[in-house]
């Protein structure tokens, strides 16, 4: 009778291991699967966050060139800016765009020295005028293309893009 229970003893912790040890690998099963779906959310949030922030640095962007080059045309043809409201937006306008430059980025820069040289269009004859014009104009694309290469590869989950794009597209301006 003793060595029945001795047998029955080790029949019951043999249950109790196997049971306690299928609970730890389950337990540990779904850890693991809650960290990785936690992670792999997060980095889509944040990934959606920074496409969605860099396509509205990209349309603000566009739109405060536009409306700059637009006065700016306004107040070469006319000699002067119309009036203090216009002033103040072309003012405004091009400070934004001089603010939203990183100047550690070689497009960058080139913009900011772009704007300022044609922020005073009436020392420029028309035709420095209309080339400086048209630089700036191919320097802010290639900086709206660039920005938007990064919201797209964002979207796809590279998380830093290689900072050589800067060299790719001064080459493909050249």
């Known amino acids: 009778m003793i060595c029945e229970l001795g047998r029955y003893n080790r029949e ?55 409306t700059f080059l637009s006065l700016n045309d306004m107040f070469r043809t006319k000699g002067k800016i119309i009036d203090d409201e216009k002033e103040k ?38 035709q420095e005028y209309l080339k400086l014009k048209n630089e700036l104009m191919i320097t ?3 900086i709206l293309k660039e920005e938007w290469e990064r919201v797209k590869a964002e979207a796809k989950g590279v998380e830093n893009q290689n900072k050589n794009s800067n060299k790719d597209h001064k080459q493909s301006i050249q």
């Open 89 to 126: 937006e072309w003012h405004s306008k091009r400070n934004m765009l001089l603010m939203r430059l990183n100047q550690s980025e070689e497009l960058h820069q080139k913009l900011y020295c772009q704007i300022q040289e044609i922020s005073f269009p009436n020392e420029l004859n028309d």
């Open 12 to 66: 019951i912790w043999k249950e109790i291991i196997v049971a306690v040890l299928k609970g730890a690998l389950a337990s540990g099963i779904t850890f693991l699967g809650t960290y990785l779906l936690l992670k792999y959310n997060y980095k889509k949030l944040f990934a959606e966050t920074i496409s969605k922030s860099r396509n509205e640095w990209i349309n603000q962007f566009r739109n405060e060139i536009i």
């Open 140 to 142: 802010a694309k290639s």
